[in-house]
């Protein structure tokens, strides 16, 4: 069964520093990962996705992730944060086999402090 | 294009009443989902159509639960009769195949009193 999981609630950062934001995942195959940020009131919105290929995969608004196979991780990472990254973010992963229904962590709020 | 397209955007309803929420997906996208999002449950995938055939419903709550797509612009997710636990922010997303990211609707805020 697939599953994935976001071990914090909440990451406070002060603006200008890196930011990660963890993820970890299960799920037979190879994965389908994803990762997307929500502000309030609003729907998801798309970031970024590793299918294959180069493991550091860029997105929108500056953001990244690294999937570490071994680690089984896919961890969410900016180098410089901005107040405006604050938001609730979603880790997200699809088994590439039967089906590609797509589950979605817990989510982690992410406060950038000025 | 304008997205995905939710209505209402917000629903307020008595107990034991028929709920009908509606979503308007991203033409040319071949697979849809409903959501419903909770403080205590966070992010559930409720039912997923591919070229509008219902594939997995194994998350629909319950029989109240019903969902439909008769045509690839259009999808319902009803709820007869509503409980107040049903109270929820119900997202419609669509995605134009299985390696793309998902685009998903503003969400309809459900309370049910």
């Known amino acids: 069964a697939q599953s994935v999981a976001q071990p914090e609630d909440q990451v406070n950062v002060a603006e200008g520093n890196p930011l990660t934001v963890k993820c970890t995942y299960s799920v037979s195959g190879n994965p389908y990962l994803f990762w997307y940020v929500q502000y309030p009131n609003r729907g998801l919105q798309f970031l970024l996705k590793y299918i294959t290929g180069d493991n550091l995969v860029k997105g929108s608004y500056g953001f990244e992730a690294e999937f570490n196979k071994s680690q089984t991780s896919f961890h969410l990472k900016k180098p410089s944060a901005l107040v405006s990254d604050s938001a609730l973010y979603f880790c997200a992963v699809r088994g590439n086999t039967g089906g590609f229904k797509t589950i979605f962590g817990a989510g982690t709020r992410l406060f950038v402090k000025a | 294009d304008a997205g995905v397209i939710q209505s209402p955007r917000h629903e307020v309803t008595e107990m034991g009443q028929e709920v009908t929420l509606r979503c308007k997906p991203i033409s040319g996208h071949d697979y849809l989902f409903w959501y419903r999002q909770t403080m205590m449950r966070g992010l559930e995938l409720l039912i997923y159509f591919n070229n509008n055939v219902p594939i997995d419903d194994s998350g629909m709550p319950e029989d109240r639960f019903s969902a439909k797509m008769p045509n690839a612009s259009f999808s319902t997710l009803k709820i007869q009769p509503s409980e107040p636990r049903d109270s929820a922010v119900y997202f419609c997303?669509?995605?134009?195949?299985?390696?793309?990211?998902?685009?998903f609707g503003q969400g309809t805020r459900l309370t049910v009193v």
């Open positions: 997303a669509s995605r134009p195949g299985p390696g793309a990211g998902a685009f």
